[in-house]
């Protein structure tokens, strides 16, 4: 899943793709490196982030969504909180819903998924993008998320949602601290034990210079965030969000031919 950030202030690649031929570019580029999913967002859920209205974000999707379907088929993905954003990429073309907020941003939101029949990748995130960095704790951070994650796949089900359009993910970076983030992937199979297909975002997360002081600007992570993608294909995710898609397909590339050869 290759990530396009039409926002102004994500923390990676914020304003780097904010207008409509700069990020239709960049679509076609990560196309062509070896992307099967395009993950498109319009508002930022970095630590801090301030929040957008629905309509701004409805304004920086939209015309990207409808230019890329009218150029290619790849299925496309829509990482919003909001049942009216998701409603409208939807409606305009768009297969996945990608909610950092688990179908709790607002009443409908489970009702809505249902009712738009799409794919739903349900994230695991303590507080909200505003807050989610300020001294989150865990009893057992595993089986915590486990558990948030199997209650928010039943609420999906209960109100509609197909299991088989249902994805789970850790939520990496988001209400967590160093040690949360590796104990998560370290132990990525008691998610995908769950039964529903994985997706795991660690691209580029900060997570990676706690560890490497050197890596403190985004774009220094690749090695990083190759071997977060490479432990998640170990441990059975389905999907990786990457913002490094040729480096991570020939990464996963080596890493199966490896396997296969055992």
């Not at 570019?25 to 301030?50: C, F, N, Q, V, Y």
């Not at 304004?59 to 829509?78: K, Y």
């Not at 220094?220 to 998640?232: D, I, K, Q």
């Given at each position: 899943?290759?990530?396009?950030?039409?926002?102004?202030?994500?923390?990676?690649?914020?304003?780097?793709?904010?207008?409509?031929?700069?990020?239709?570019?960049?679509?076609?580029?990560?196309?062509?490196?070896?992307?099967?999913?395009?993950?498109?967002?319009?508002?930022?859920?970095?630590?801090?982030?301030?929040p957008v209205s629905a309509d701004d974000e409805i304004?920086?999707?939209?015309?990207?969504?409808?230019?890329?379907?009218?150029?290619?088929?790849?299925?496309?993905?829509?990482d919003t909180m909001k049942p009216q954003v998701a409603?409208?990429?939807?409606?305009?073309?768009?297969?996945?819903?990608?909610?950092?907020?688990?179908?709790?941003?607002?009443?409908?939101?489970?009702?809505?998924?249902?009712?738009?029949?799409?794919?739903?990748?349900?994230?695991?995130?303590?507080?909200?993008?505003?807050?989610?960095?300020?001294?989150?704790?865990?009893?057992?951070?595993?089986?915590?998320?486990?558990?948030?994650?199997?209650?928010?796949?039943?609420?999906?089900?209960?109100?509609?949602?197909?299991?088989?359009?249902?994805?789970?993910?850790?939520?990496?970076?988001?209400?967590?601290?160093?040690?949360?983030?590796?104990?998560?992937?370290?132990?990525?199979?008691?998610?995908?034990?769950?039964?529903?297909?994985?997706?795991?975002?660690?691209?580029?997360?900060?997570?990676?210079?706690?560890?490497?002081?050197?890596?403190?600007?985004?774009?220094?992570?690749?090695?990083?965030?190759?071997?977060?993608?490479?432990?998640?294909?170990?441990?059975?995710?389905?999907?990786?969000?990457?913002?490094?898609?040729?480096?991570?397909?020939?990464?996963?590339?080596?890493?199966?031919?490896?396997?296969?050869?055992?």
């Open positions: 899943m290759g990530i396009l950030n039409l926002t102004p202030d994500s923390f990676s690649d914020g304003g780097r793709f904010a207008d409509e031929p700069a990020a239709l570019a960049r679509a076609h580029r990560l196309i062509a490196d070896g992307a099967d999913i395009l993950d498109i967002g319009g508002e930022s859920t970095r630590p801090g982030a301030t304004g920086r999707i939209l015309p990207l969504i409808t230019a890329l379907r009218s150029v290619s088929d790849i299925p496309l993905s829509i409603r409208a990429a939807v409606s305009a073309g768009a297969a996945i819903w990608n909610d950092v907020a688990a179908l709790r941003y607002a009443p409908e939101a489970c009702d809505v998924a249902a009712e738009l029949g799409c794919q739903v990748v349900l994230m695991h995130m303590r507080g909200d993008p505003l807050t989610m960095q300020q001294a989150p704790t865990y009893d057992d951070v595993v089986a915590e998320v486990c558990e948030f994650l199997a209650g928010r796949a039943e609420a999906a089900m209960k109100a509609g949602v197909a299991r088989e359009k249902i994805w789970l993910d850790p939520g990496i970076g988001f209400g967590k601290t160093l040690d949360h983030n590796l104990a998560l992937l370290a132990r990525l199979d008691a998610i995908v034990d769950l039964g529903f297909p994985v997706l795991l975002g660690a691209s580029r997360k900060r997570f990676i210079a706690a560890l490497d002081p050197a890596a403190e600007a985004p774009d220094r992570r690749l090695a990083g965030s190759v071997a977060a993608a490479l432990a998640g294909a170990q441990a059975g995710v389905a999907a990786v969000r990457v913002h490094d898609v040729a480096e991570t397909v020939q990464a996963l590339a080596v890493w199966s031919a490896i396997t296969a050869a055992r």
